[in-house]
């Protein structure tokens, strides 16, 4: 991330267990953080993927190298969760089936070019708004790390202006940011539980990514089950986007 731009703190030391980073502070910089991560994004490779597997949370992401971005999704970053028991029969049917053909007819709609993404910007791996830390780096299509920014609140408006004065998205964002939000909240359901299994299902619904029956009986058992919680999900806010 440090070789292609990004404003990371600089590591001073890492072993099998310890990992020990120059301390950094400062005055937000919000702008410039969004115009360097745009930066970061035009370091490319041939393929999506990364050189080994990386961990995100506490979960292993898979990086297998793969030339379509399309299957590389559906399957490292989608399929890849399904087989946890966290994830609920319902749901996990319903992404089988979007990543046999929806998924990634979706995502063929543009041919992105594998661009360094950091995997996992939220407010809480960013510090004083002018550093990166804590990544899950892989070659993927730069969409992901915008969609992942736009799940939950804490990023201003700033940061979304600084990168897309740098790098505008492309047409079909707005769709394709729906289901690229997937492999993120799939790690929640995993780790978290909580409403983010509603969250997956509202996602397919907003898609309109049916069972295998055509109908959308899950919707209604997510509904169900999200008045039993109450239905609230930690950290759910409103999030700007572009």
Known sequence: MAAAG??????????EHELVMDWVSGRP???ELGANLAGVHRTTAEAFGYEFDNMIGGITQVNTWTSSWGEFFAENRVRIHLSDPAVPDHLA???????????QELLKERNPVPSLVHGDIWSGNIIDGAFLIDPAVSFSDREVAL???AVFGGIPRAMWDGYLDAWPLNEGWE?????????????????????????VGETLDRLRWRARDGTDSESEHLRGGAAERGGAVPGRAAAPTP
Do not use: S, T
Not at 179 to 187: D, G, K, M, N, S
């Open 147 to 149: 969609a992942f920014m």
């Open 6 to 15: 990004a404003p990371v703190p600089e590591v001073l030391r890492v072993d």
């Open 29 to 31: 910089r919000w702008d």
């Open 175 to 199: 769709r394709r940011r729906h289901a690229l939000q997937l492999h993120h909240l799939l790690v929640h359901v995993r780790l978290i539980g909580g409403g983010y299994p509603g969250m």
């Open 93 to 103: 049917q319903r992404l089988h089936r979007a990543c046999d053909g929806p998924l």
